[in-house]
């Protein structure tokens, strides 16, 4: 098989794109971009990557890759999709896809017009919960599934508070969609609904109230 060689945007999570695809035998890690030079050093020096960017599009531009990982804040999904795909890569890219669904359509139609692959990282989907229970429904086990209800109770602790995570222009709307909807749609075939119970929301209305940095 081919080696495939892979460039990855933002390094927050995606320093944990770099480290799974570092196991994959026919993947190389071949270049990262980051702003924050100090993540961007210390991941370039972990994973032993020379080609190390500020800027994403260059990465994009100079590196010919034939995979662009992007897990940026939510607010560039878009744009750096679009431009790896352009380039000639397949994307994988954190969810949520963009801030809404004309800039997922956007993303979509250039996967097509490229004819590249673009993949969402819904994680979830993978863990070994959703997967038992896919199972299940698969098999018939539960007979025609039409409905489906997903709780995610968080007690405290707002992750980045005051950082892109609780600013709307940057996240698009915060964890609610991020978390809930994406767990609800696992094991619920289409096109049957997924009921979202969003509860942790309550409670940032207060934070809201309390805090700086918090839209
Ligand atoms: N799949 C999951 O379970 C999961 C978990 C956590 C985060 N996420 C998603 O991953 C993405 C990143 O979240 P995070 O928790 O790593 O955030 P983070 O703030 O920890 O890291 C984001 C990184 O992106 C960099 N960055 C900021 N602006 C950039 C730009 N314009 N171009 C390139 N890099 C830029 C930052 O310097 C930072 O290093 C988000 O879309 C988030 O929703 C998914």
């Known amino acids: 098989m081919k080696n495939l060689r892979v460039g990855v945007i933002g ?8 480290r799974e695809f570092h196991r994959l035998p026919d993947v190389t890690v071949a270049a990262l971009a980051d702003p924050d030079a100090g993540r ?6 972990e994973f032993a ?6 800027d994403g599009f260059e990465m994009i531009r100079q590196e010919g890759l034939d995979i662009v990982a992007v897990a940026t804040p939510n607010a560039f999904h878009r744009d750096y999709t679009i431009a790896a795909l352009r380039a000639g890569s397949h994307v994988l890219c954190e969810k949520p896809m963009a801030l809404n669904a004309r800039e997922s359509a956007q993303m979509l139609a250039a996967a097509r017009r ?17 997967l038992a229970l896919k199972k299940e429904v698969d098999a018939g086990a ?23 995570f609780s600013r709307k222009a940057l996240s698009g709307g915060g964890p609610a ?3 809930n909807v994406s767990f609800a749609r696992t094991p619920v075939p289409e096109p049957a609904t997924a009921g979202v119970l969003l509860i942790a929301w309550c409670s940032l209305c207060v934070i809201r109230r309390t805090h700086k940095g918090f839209d």
């Open 114 to 130: 490229a004819g590249k692959r673009i993949m969402i990282n819904f994680s979830f989907r993978f863990s070994p919960q959703a």
């Open 49 to 54: 990557v020379n080609a190390l960017y500020a």
């Open 177 to 179: 969609p991020l978390w």
């Open 11 to 18: 390094l927050g999570i995606g320093r944990g794109h770099v």
């Open 40 to 45: 961007l050093e210390s991941a370039g020096q």
């Open 142 to 164: 539960l007979g025609e599934v039409y409905f489906g209800r997903t709780v995610w109770l968080r007690r405290r602790g707002v992750p980045g508070l005051g950082g892109w």
